[in-house]
């Protein structure tokens, strides 16, 4: 017997789907943080649960796309319908979007890949030594980057920004650096907002110029809507 949300889930994507912009469309969503292995028993990670990435990916399904999503260690449920694929590394995500994005028309990349890793990986199970120890960390590439060359020149681009400072500006350049075209921007200082629970402030730009907009606390699902709302324009224009 399926769990009611599941039923719900589907029912809302007959009714929605059958006209659902995203209909025939194929959407490649991120989620979750990466970890990266320090020795056997031990890893760096961050505190993003995938809740986000995890209501982008039911809300595309609702409207008829066709879904892939690539999970980090998320800490929710995964989406109903869509074909989840697990990584690990922040190098694992990468070569999973690279993988992916031949096939993608919207990619959203609402994961916190961790952005250092350790240089080396220790073969066994780090013991005390009675003294502090230092790890060196290499830098992680830049998904966003790495995988420019695999999309297609149609694909629809949203990104993420989570900052604590020069909000906009930040948000801004990471736009145009990431070549993205829509930024989804959060204030990791703000409560209610960011990583870990059910409702999200943010601000989103567009890297074709305009305001940007400024969206109230809204919960995760309803943050998802408008943010599909705003790609679906993008992918209609193309
Ligand atoms: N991102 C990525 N690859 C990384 C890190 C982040 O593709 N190695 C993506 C995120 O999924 C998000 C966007 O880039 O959509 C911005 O992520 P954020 O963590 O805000 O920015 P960083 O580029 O990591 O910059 P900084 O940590 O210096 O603010």
Redesign the pocket.
Same mark, same amino acid.
């Given at each position: 017997m399926p769990e009611p949300e599941t039923i719900v889930a589907h029912a809302a994507r007959t009714l929605d789907g059958r006209t659902g912009k995203l209909m025939g469309r194929t959407v490649l969503v #991120?989620a979750g943080p990466t970890r990266e292995a320090i020795d056997p028993v031990r890893f760096l990670t961050n505190h993003s649960s995938g809740r986000m990435g995890v209501a982008l990916a039911e809300a595309a399904w609702r409207r008829g796309a066709t879904v892939t999503l690539v999970a980090g260690s998320i800490s929710v449920d995964p989406p109903v319908g869509a074909r989840v694929v697990r990584v690990e590394s #922040?190098v694992d995500m990468?070569d999973a979007v690279a993988r992916e994005l031949p096939d993608t028309d919207l990619l959203i &990349?609402?994961?916190?890949?961790? !952005?250092y890793r350790p240089a080396t990986v220790a073969a066994n199970k780090l013991k005390k030594t009675g003294t502090s120890r230092s790890l060196e960390l290499e830098e992680?590439? !830049?998904?966003?980057?790495s995988t420019r060359s695999a999309r297609r020149s149609r694909t629809v681009v949203v990104?993420?920004?989570?900052?604590t400072e020069d909000l906009l500006q930040?948000a801004r350049r990471?736009l145009l650096a990431?070549e &993205?075209d829509l930024?989804v921007l959060n204030d990791a200082t703000e409560p209610g907002a960011g990583f870990g629970v059910e409702t999200n402030r943010v601000t989103i730009l567009s890297r074709n110029g305009g305001d940007h907009e400024a969206l109230p606390l809204l919960a995760k699902s309803d943050v998802a809507d408008a943010i599909l709302d705003r790609a679906e324009a993008l992918l209609d224009g193309r």
């Open positions: #991120t #922040t990468r &990349m609402a994961a916190a890949p961790a !952005d992680n590439p !830049d998904i966003l980057v990104g993420f920004a989570l900052e930040n990471k990431k &993205m930024i």
